[in-house]
């Protein structure tokens, strides 16, 4: 038991995580094997899409499990909790 | 009283709406009288980024009122609210 | 004859520009009616990839004329040129 | 002698991605180590802007040398060369 949201899809997250550190890894063997830059853009687009999934993933876990918890729970930390979580999904969107 | 999370802010939202209306209607007169294609890009990316924002105040409100409501209200519907909101992320985070 | 790179789509780019006009308002009323978050959220995250698809057509044609030319030409103003559109690039991707 | 655009200024992107690819790491240990979702999305941000900043970097030295090459040396292949920078701005702006 994790106390936190993702903890059921851990492993499949890991996973995604080391897919994404191998990508990263291939971009910078491209730049140092002197590749097409347009070549190396795509795969860096791909890598921030996985990246970025990997964090909706997370965002939903989190909205279903410690922010429906808070706002279970009542009170201002509710509010705090969804104040948090929508300050994430700025940095998200903005990134 | 509106039934809705956004009902408190409802004159702002409109306000900022209608800005960004006038941002559009900006950027179109700027094509049709041959302006600078990097000064119209600016415009567009300033109106998107307005537009953005709404969303987020939108999203916000959303996460704190409907989500929050149905999550209180526990069941079925609390986890297919998360999921909506969730998909509404994803949207904003890809377009 | 315009001048700038986006002479030939002029009628095109207007028309989607008094689309996304049309959407904005559309999105403005949908708030003013206290709709459901959601379905104004998916409005907004439409009106957003039009604006940035508006975008991208001006971007290419301003690569394509504009940026060409001035590096067709040569000179100090060519690096300003690819400096100044990355400069936008860099403000789409960012928004 | 590279034959490509980035060869300045590889030492500095090979640092670059090697943070990233740190910074990668660094959140799947976050995931293993069953930390806040919140601090997690915000290493997420962080690693997906640095990306974005990367390929921005690439984008920018792309249209400088290869788009520049082949505007300079003129017919098709200039063209083609515009389409094909614009098209991973494409991508780079919707990921």
């Known amino acids: 038991m994790t106390g936190h949201g993702y903890g059921a899809d851990k492993t499949a997250l890991t996973r995604r995580m ?5 990508q990263v890894r291939g971009i910078a063997k491209m730049i140092d094997d002197d590749r097409y830059c347009i070549d190396i853009l795509t795969q860096v687009s791909a890598a921030t899409k996985a990246l970025e999934s990997v964090a909706l993933t997370l ?4 909205l279903g499990h410690c922010v429906a918890g ?3 729970a009542g ?3 509710a509010d705090a909790k969804v104040k948090e979580a929508a300050d994430a999904v700025r940095r998200l969107v903005r990134s």
């Not at 965002?59 to 989190?62: Q, S």
């Open 18 to 22: 080391n897919r994404i550190e191998g």
């Open 70 to 72: 808070a706002v279970a």
């Open 75 to 77: 009170g201002e930390n």
């Open 59 to 62: 965002l939903e876990d989190h």
